[in-house]
């Protein structure tokens, strides 16, 4: 017991690393979900360094994951960059681009920064149809290549599927890493009370702004992830409708968890294939799942785990 | 030759009105460094409106506030915090987010020292612990200072509120301020409490560092303050000694009341 207390985090890792060769036995599709559950991760994740620990809302992350996707897709397709140098510079656009919104939006509180994160996410989605030249508009952008590091192309799934998840492991660990220094303490003493937090010398906007682009840069490198594994990009995919997805992923998981999100990600994405069989009620079942959870279970599915262990270990202790 | 130390922290003229209510009037004296103030008067009087005007929580209308001969007017509270002026609150204000914990809260103080940087907190992982031990063992130090090393783990909701006081004291000092606000600090305590936080002011104050008491409890404030300044209605009504103010007619009538069981000095 007390090995497995201290070594819980190699059977997630165990998991990860077997999945694609045993469970998904190689399957193309299973190895797919679970790539599409880790970019998902990575978004949620950010969300929740914003979110979770610095309580800024944000109704509006699809916008950064569209920024990466586009820059990626543009890139590579359009004018022969390499993916991952398109990768890196959809992130440095990225993180500009929140930088410079930063400042001003975080100043909002609450529901008027909801507005405008929402806001955000229209204006990105209402330019990616716009544009057409360069996006492709609403008929979508094509003939996207696969990812490819230093000439090795990475178009079978499963090696694509470690690609990711190593990507998706580092961010876990960048998060961690921030959240348990004195600079995720910082976050929550802005989350708690921002005059409080200023009078101990707290520059909250600049911390804001600095959460703010990490969690945008996460995002766009999780869009460059998924414009390599689609191939096909569509303004569809970057809607509100995808941001509500990853805040329902958050408060699902459990907000200001880092691996709450973890589990919403793969409820959120695993859920409709468990409710396939009953086709046409597939979206009762999956909003009434998320009703219960919601209602009840208000620390989501990482309270409910962290309280079955709990109870494992306070039986073991005696 | 205290008298003749230099002032501080000097307020001159400060004036700030609320939707047509005057919470402060032209208000001016100076702290002397060093020294315990204590700012006293009835509810409403505009003490905590002064201690906000002070720190950069808001902006008076017109008048001056010199720290450190700095004038701090229209800087933000995390500026003013930087040269040195760290308060408590009269209505306590704990980071409880996300379990933190009391330590946590006191360890809030090192933000200005730590300077915590994203780059740093990924990348330079060893540099950031061995900061972050320092501070620990700074922050625990200060704990068992005010009686409360037991308390390090515990939800700061948890304790009594004369506690969480005492936990805000902690964490002010934790900043290494050159003066400190208090804001009825000793509301909630017992008397015994109130005993041995009178000593632990004079200990602060021996180490150097300058304090301006916002404070109801007269026998404290007699006990402990190097002088007083007296407010009512946003206007200041008196200044002196102890024994001159505890005299003042009108700060008896204003403030003090006709029974003066308090207000009187302990031998």
């Known amino acids: 017991m007390k090995l497995l207390k201290q070594f819980w985090w190699i059977l997630p890792l165990a998991f990860i690393a077997f999945y694609p060769v045993t469970l998904a036995g190689g ?43 586009y820059a990626s897709g543009i890139l590579t397709a359009k004018y022969g960059f390499s993916p991952l140098g398109a990768m890196v510079i959809g992130m440095v656009l990225t993180g500009i681009v929140a930088w410079a919104l930063g400042r001003p939006v975080l100043a909002l509180k609450e529901y008027y920064l909801a507005m405008a994160t929402l806001a955000f996410n229209e204006i990105v989605v209402t330019l990616i149809i716009g544009l057409e030249w360069l996006t492709g508009g609403a ?32 961010v876990i660990a960048c998060s961690l890493a921030v959240v348990r220094s004195p600079f995720g303490r910082t976050l929550v003493a802005i989350h708690s009370d921002e005059v409080a937090a200023r009078a101990f010398g707290v520059d909250t906007a600049k911390y804001k ?9 996460f995002a766009s490198m999780a869009g460059s992830l998924f414009t390599h594994y689609m191939g096909f990009l569509a303004p569809d995919d ?25 589990l919403g990600a793969f409820f959120m994405k695993l859920l409709p294939e468990l409710t396939y069989q009953i086709h046409d009620y597939e979206l009762l079942l999956s909003g009434l799942i998320l009703i219960i959870v919601l209602v009840f279970m208000p620390k989501g599915l990482f309270g409910i785990f962290t309280a079955i262990w709990e109870k494992m270990f306070a039986k073991a202790d005696k | 030759m205290t008298d003749k130390r230099d002032a501080i922290l000097s307020v001159k003229n400060v004036t700030k009105t609320f939707e047509g209510i005057r919470a402060l009037e032209d208000v001016s004296f100076d702290v002397k460094s060093g020294h315990i103030k204590a700012l006293i008067g009835p509810n409403g009087a505009g003490k905590t409106t002064l201690l906000n005007a002070i720190n950069g929580i808001m902006s008076p209308d017109s008048g001056h506030i010199h720290f450190l001969g700095h004038d701090v007017v229209g800087h933000s509270a995390d500026r003013v915090a930087g040269l040195g002026l760290s308060r408590t609150f009269q209505l306590i204000r704990m980071f409880t987010i996300n379990n933190a914990t009391v330590l946590d809260n006191v360890l809030l103080g090192a933000h200005m020292q730590l300077k915590p940087t994203l780059f740093e907190s990924i990348f330079s992982r060893g540099k950031v612990n061995k900061a972050e031990r320092k501070a620990c063992d700074r ?35 934790m900043t290494n301020p050159k003066m400190l606000l208090l804001d009825e600090p ?43 300044v007296v407010l009512d209605f946003g206007k200041k009504l008196a200044e002196g000694t102890p024994q001159a ?17 308090e207000c009187r000095l302990e031998p």
């Open chain 1, 238 to 262: 970057f809607g509100v409708l995808t941001s509500i997805n990853i805040l329902v992923m958050l408060f699902l998981g459990g907000i200001g968890t880092i691996f709450g999100p973890i």
């Open chain 1, 139 to 170: 008929s979508g952008l094509r003939d996207i290549p696969s990812f490819s590091i230093f000439g090795l192309v990475l178009s079978n799934h499963v090696h694509y599927y470690y690609f990711v998840w190593a990507i998706v492991i580092i």
């Open chain 2, 245 to 261: 103010i505890c005299a003042n007619p009108q700060v008896i009538e204003a403030y003090l009341g006709t029974t003066q069981t």
């Open chain 2, 186 to 228: 000793a509301s909630g305590l017992n008397d015994t409490e109130v005993e041995s936080f009178t000593e632990l002011l004079r200990s602060i104050r021996e180490k150097g560092i300058t304090i301006l008491l916002v404070e109801h409890n007269m026998k404290l404030v007699m006990n402990i303050a190097d002088d007083i």
């Open chain 2, 139 to 173: 922050a625990m130090e200060l704990l068992r200072f005010v009686g409360l090393e037991k308390a390090a783990d515990a939800a700061p909701g948890s304790l009594p509120f004369g506690n969480q006081r005492l936990v805000e004291l902690a964490r002010s000092l």
């Open chain 1, 27 to 69: 399957s193309p599709y299973w190895s797919g979900l679970l790539i599409f559950v880790g970019i998902y991760v990575i978004l949620t994740v950010g969300l929740d360094l914003l979110m979770g620990y610095t309580g800024q809302i944000s109704v509006g992350h699809a916008a950064y994951f569209a920024i990466g996707a």
């Open chain 1, 209 to 217: 702004t600095r959460i703010f682009v990490l969690a945008s840069v």
